[in-house]
């Protein structure tokens, strides 16, 4: 098939009768009011935190309840692994130009450490090794140090309208992994109480 230029194109499209449709609608009088990202970001942010929360609360807990720590652990863990993720703050094709790289970079690297280690951690308790719960508590000092340093790099920056396509991250991703955090834990302290 042959290959027209930009400019043939839109010619042939304009005289094939092709015109902005929008100048041809009536005008309904009614404007368009849109909440403010700075309502509706915290508003999501909050219904991840008590959606995700709740659903752990209710069907995961019971059923890690049972189990070896070992073995409690690495779903959590899992969760943890998908954090690499917050690589997409350096895609050029998810973010918008303007999003700050005193942002972006810690972010995205923070959280992909996190993910990296996760994955350690996973492996070691699936080998039974000893460096399987000192790895699922650097998982939760490094993930957590990382949400707290990027959310004072996300305020300080102002960073939520920048974030393009990766809006969901923090609406999703993270409460999820400060979820499964809040959850690992638990389960680190209580067994190492358990245990003395």
């Known amino acids: 098939m042959r290959q027209m230029d930009e400019g043939r194109k839109i010619r ?37 935190f008590a959606t995700i929360g709740m659903l752990a609360r209710w069907y ?12 409690a652990l690495q779903p959590l863990l899992v969760v943890q692994a998908f954090r690499y993720i917050g690589l997409g703050f350096l895609a050029p094709a998810l973010v918008r130009p303007s ?15 996190a993910a990296v280690l996760a994955l350690a951690a996973i492996a ?23 949400f707290a340093n990027a959310f004072v790099q996300a ?3 102002g960073v939520v309208s920048d974030l393009g396509a990766a809006y969901y ?10 979820v ?8 680190l302290l209580r067994r190492s109480d358990n245990r003395q």
Do not use: Y
């Open 12 to 48: 042939f499209l304009r005289g094939k009768g092709a015109t902005d449709v929008s100048s041809r609608l009536p005008s309904s009088g009614i404007k368009s009011r849109r909440m403010s990202t700075d309502l509706v970001f915290p508003a999501q942010v909050v219904l991840a």
């Open 60 to 71: 995961v807990a019971p059923r890690l309840a049972g189990l070896p720590r070992e073995s």
């Open 99 to 113: 999003l700050a790289q005193s942002f972006a970079i810690p972010a995205a690297l923070g959280t992909t450490l």
């Open 124 to 146: 070691a308790l699936r080998a039974r090794s000893r460096l399987g719960i000192p790895l699922t508590w650097a998982v939760s000092v490094v993930g957590l140090v990382d």
């Open 155 to 157: 305020r300080g920056a």
């Open 169 to 178: 991250i923090p609406i999703v991703i993270v409460p999820a992994a400060v």
């Open 180 to 187: 499964s955090h809040v959850m690992i834990l638990g389960i």
